[in-house]
């Protein structure tokens, strides 16, 4: 570097310090030149820090200086300084008062910011005694160092990274300077990173052009005197995690949460708290944490149950609590029972937290405590809360129609005058519409993209492995006699013969091949071949999902058989089951009280195992930050989709080697790709997708049902209207009647009523919103009354199960490895799960006539992911197609007829396809990308051949590899600096443009300079 450019970076950091300084001027923080100090290596102001005692605690010299000689005397590494100043900031200082053989609570910041001072300094001088340094902006209050800036010219050449690394540095050498540290911050004006003293630097909390997502400005949001001091109190916190301390700081999203539901809490008259999404891996559980404390410091007396929805305590999110135990200044305990829970509650009067697990609120029973000051945290709300208003089933335990309500509407019954708050890692999906009525609305999102944007989780890349299976024809010929032979004993005519021969396929469909040995056999080499090419990854940890516990099993065993120097490092994680015949499989499992002491050791960094085989287990609420990669065999959906593939999403640096997990990966050797795209659409973005699954208007439903509900009524169930009039018993006996009754019609009437009774079904889901609770009971019955037709149907019949049977036998004959060869084949669909392009194209060939609104939003959908392809190769056909999309849709909305609307979209598609099948000019598709949009200009397209124009892209990409990228988008003076170069070189090399053409070079370099956005990578000066 040379004089010049290192004076003018000097005066470019120079100004903006002096921005930030103004900035926390204007928020209260006085500037000041010095601080009061014997030399450099002191680093607090103490004589500030006296006099400040003195006032905020109402004390004399001689506690005070009591108080500041213990501070002195703390002498250790940062890390071990910052904990024990900590808790001085946060508890306060004990001191023993002489005159009144007292101990007295020395607070060191007042609650009461008027108290406080607050303080500025611009290059500070501090020294080890041997090494000057010189921090950019230090923040102090009543004399204590709690922020330490350090400030990077935008176009400087050290990066943030290289920040952190003079402020780590600083930590070393001064630690004092960082022990009663509050925050890290840094910055280059663009990018600005804030973390505790101990985060790393892939675990600060990155904000971009000083603007959160919801568009306050960082400096205030930070630093504003009653924000700030909530950062000690409330979103700061040290945790005891494995014998060691551990320090969190809440994230933009986790103080948005925690404000917007304390906020939601406070509105009288409503005690629904709302919903947090925040995406699995973003901190869920530490952000349950924060909005505890903050509950209690903000609602006196408030007590806090902890509600976990799984059979047994979530216990990671118990230990989360149990660790934050000084910072909460309360024990989380474990409640036994309801009756437990309520005794707890009657004794302890304020400021309990208690941990339950929604099972425990499985049925009707009295008030548990009618107290107001309760708040409920429901961790992954979901289905299992839903149905406030119930669901009619038949009890044939009890002979009864009884109406089973959710865990929620229990959890109200015993707590009807408690603030209910729901968390999930997951969106709520059409099904779960009932939660709102439940929690109420979402008072936080954090979606999936969100958090990969934010480094908060690690983006999740997605591998396809097909599993070949060469069938031995001869048994499939086998089975294809077989049920010939039991069709023919059917009556085709009879609906519920269809009903049967679906259970037939049904029942042998997926399960046998999934437990088979040779196709286990085959997968478990498979992986083992695969995890040995990734040994280089991190430390090589895996989790297989299997289908079953058997299949659980065999892979189990399989693997080790393959390699028996993974014996112990292999872990079989399944539920224990008194149906277990074989011993090996007993010794196999971890027994069910060594499971959490196996979890912390695979959650270990340097764990003895590297491999655990689940099948429900671990694949929610249990984190292990350096899993690599998640082998599915097993079809999961929705929710528990999305919960199991976060397993891989967290985020991970080695201590040692300092190595950093750059993504998790899914591999799939069941084909679940179309459920994990449908998925996506859902939980990525954060947005709600709002798709018309049905034109019919929900009244002409509404009459469709009361229709059908008077010909069944008529023709086949007498008295159905008194229905809700009777009693458990006797609805129990009226639906069983009713049955005989249907059962002993001709085969014509029978179909008929079945029939009648799907419509009514359909009719009642579409009509839910608009219909009362008589009409919904009725329907209910209608609906049971079909079901225990079929049911009675299939199970009756001895010739079906016996077909089930023989099929099953030719179906493990059909696999047998002696008679077919069992291989994986490796089929990259896609590097990164949000690629769904075609896998969305044909699911929307799937629905068009079934479905034609959702069908078209998945065909917008693959419009859009191929387009977003295009972009870095063919910018100008890109941006055409997009205005055509564009169009298409607003013709749906103009309510245009929508297999028009189809039509256009299908050739649309077809043609995005084809111009991204073309070969292209250039390899390098920041070349492709240029060529592009060098040939769309009419003047040189005219004038000029192709090869001209291939040098020309060539040209012009050196020219900007030249200028450096790195704060292209953000700094104007960059832009200007390369909008200029590629004038001059279209105009000396290529007299463009010519003369009578007049300015127009700079339409083609706008257009050339906003390709540069495309991959900021494609320009990296060392390319």
């Not at 990966?665 to 659409?681: E, F, M, R």
Request: net charge neutral; glycine share 2%; aromatic share 8%.
């Amino acid at each position: 570097m040379n004089v010049v450019e290192k004076d003018l970076r000097f005066l470019k950091e120079f100004r903006f310090e002096e921005e930030i300084v103004e900035k926390l001027n204007a928020l209260g923080w006085k500037q000041i030149t010095s601080i009061k100090r014997n030399n450099t290596q002191e680093v607090i102001d103490f004589s500030l820090l006296q006099e400040q005692i003195k006032e905020i605690n109402h004390v004399d010299d001689e506690i005070a200086v009591v108080a500041i000689n213990k501070i002195k005397r703390i002498n250790d590494t940062y890390i071990s300084m910052n904990k024990e100043c900590w808790d001085f900031l946060v508890e306060g200082i004990k001191v023993y008062d002489q005159k009144t053989e007292l101990y007295k609570t020395i607070k060191l910041i007042s609650q009461n910011n008027s108290q406080n001072v607050y303080q500025v300094i611009r290059q500070l001088e501090v020294s080890d005694g041997r090494t000057l340094r010189v921090p950019d902006v230090v923040l102090y209050i009543n004399g204590l160092p709690v922020v330490v800036f350090e400030l990077k010219a935008p176009l400087a050449t050290e990066n943030l990274e290289d920040a952190f690394n003079q402020n780590q540095s600083l930590k070393q050498q001064l630690p004092k300077l960082w022990a009663f540290n509050v925050m890290n911050f840094l910055s280059n004006r663009i990018v600005s990173l804030y973390g505790s003293s101990l985060a790393g630097f892939k675990r600060m909390h990155t904000i971009n052009n000083f603007k959160t997502k919801d568009g306050i400005d960082i400096l205030e949001y930070l630093f504003d005197k009653d924000n700030f001091y909530k950062f000690i109190t409330t979103f700061s916190f040290y945790s005891l995690e494995n014998n060691a301390f551990v320090k969190y700081m809440a994230a933009p999203h986790q103080i948005e949460a925690v404000i917007k539901t304390i906020a939601k809490l406070k509105i009288a008259g409503d005690n629904r708290g709302g919903v947090v999404w925040h995406t699995q891996g973003s901190g869920k559980s530490v952000t349950m944490v924060m909005l505890a404390k903050a509950i209690i410091e903000e609602i006196n007396n408030a007590t806090i149950v902890v509600v976990t929805d799984r059979n047994t305590l979530d216990q990671q999110l118990h230990k989360r609590f149990l660790n934050a135990e000084d910072y909460l200044r309360n024990k989380a305990v474990t409640i036994e029972s309801r009756k437990d829970l309520k005794q707890k509650l009657k004794d302890k009067k304020h400021f309990g937290i208690y941990f339950s697990t929604v099972q425990k609120f499985t049925e009707e029973a009295s008030v548990l405590t009618d107290r107001g000051d309760l708040f409920i945290l429901v961790d992954e709300a979901h289905r299992t809360q839903n149905n406030i208003d119930g669901e009619k089933i038949l009890s044939k335990e009890n002979e009864e129609f009884i109406n089973k309500f959710g865990f929620a509407r229990y959890m109200r019954d015993a707590f009807p005058n408690a603030k209910i708050i729901g968390f999930t890692g997951t969106p709520l999906m059409k099904f779960d519409k009932e939660t709102t009525q439940v929690f109420g609305d979402y008072n936080h999102i954090y979606s999936m993209n969100d958090a990969v944007a934010d480094n908060a989780v690690v983006p999740i890349h997605y591998e396809m492995r097909k599993v070949n299976l060469d069938l031995n024809q001869d048994e499939l010929d086998e089975m294809d006699f077989i049920q010939n032979e039991y069709l023919k004993t059917l009556n085709l005519n009879d609906i519920t013969s269809q009903q049967k021969i679906d259970t037939l396929l049904k029942s042998v469909r997926l399960k046998q091949i999934l437990e088979d040995d040779d196709v286990i056999r085959a997968k478990a080499t498979d992986i083992l071949r695969h995890l040995a090419k990734r040994s280089a990854v991190l430390h090589g940890k895996a989790m297989i999902v299997a289908s079953t516990r058997l299949a659980a099993f065999k892979y189990y065993k399989t693997i080790i058989s393959l390699d028996p120097s993974l014996k112990d490092k292999v872990i079989l994680v399944i539920t224990e089951s008194n149906k277990d015949t074989l011993d090996e499989m007993w010794k196999a499992i971890v027994p069910k009280r060594d499971v959490n002491k196996v979890a912390e050791e695979f959650r270990k960094d340097n764990s003895k195992y590297q491999i655990a085989i689940v099948v429900d287990m671990w694949l929610t609420g249990y984190d292990v930050p350096d899993l690599d990669v998640l082998y599915l065999d097993k079809i999961i959906k929705w929710h528990n989709l999305m919960q199991a593939i976060a397993r891989v999403n967290r985020t991970y640096e080695d201590k040692i080697t300092k190595q950093i997990k750059e993504n998790g990966l899914i591999v799939d050797y069941i084909g679940i790709w179309k459920l994990l795209a449908d998925a996506l659409l859902h939980y990525a973005s954060g947005k709600e997708q709002t798709v018309d699954i049905s034109i019919e208007d929900v009244n002409k439903a509404k009459e469709k049902l009361l229709e059908a509900f008077a010909i069944i009524n008529d023709s086949y169930v007498k008295d159905l209207d008194k229905f809700i009039l009777l009693n458990p018993k006797e609805q129990y006996r009226f639906i069983i009647s009713a049955v005989d009754k249907i059962l002993a019609e001709v085969v014509d009437k029978k179909n008929e009523f079945i029939l009648l009774a799907r419509k009514t079904k359909r009719f009642f889901k579409m009509a839910y919103s608009v219909i009362n609770q008589t009409e919904a009971t009725t329907a209910k019955c209608i609906e049971v009354i079909n079901s225990f037709i079929s049911s009675t149907s299939i199970q009756t019949d001895e010739e079906l199960q016996n077909t089930i049977a023989l099929i099953k036998a030719a179906i493990a004959r059909a696999v047998d490895s002696k008679t077919s060869e069992v291989f994986v084949s490796a089929t990259k669909i896609s590097k990164n799960i949000n690629e769904v392009a075609k896998i969305l194209a044909l699911e929307a060939k799937e629905l068009e006539k079934s479905s034609p609104y959702v069908a078209i939003e998945f065909m917008k959908h693959s419009i859009k992911a191929n387009l977003k392809i295009l972009q870095n190769i063919r910018p100008v056909f890109a941006k055409k197609a997009s205005d055509k999309l564009r169009e298409i849709i607003n013709a749906l909305q103009r309510q245009e007829d929508i297999q028009q609307v189809m039509e256009l979209l299908k050739a649309l598609s077809k043609d995005i396809v084809n111009e991204k099948n073309k070969p292209l000019e250039f390899k390098d598709r920041q070349l492709q990308a240029f060529f592009e949009v060098l040939s769309n200009d009419d003047y040189l397209k005219n004038n000029q051949n192709s090869e001209v124009l291939r040098r020309l892209a060539e040209e012009l990409v050196d020219e900007i590899k030249k200028s450096g990228t790195e704060q292209y988008e953000n700094n104007p003076q960059v832009r200007s600096k390369i909008k200029t170069k590629l004038k001059i070189l279209l105009k000396t090399k290529y007299n463009y443009p010519p003369d009578h053409l007049g300015g127009v070079s700079g339409i083609l370099v706008d257009q050339l300079t906003r390709e540069i956005k495309i991959d900021k990578e494609f320009f990296r000066r060392d390319d």
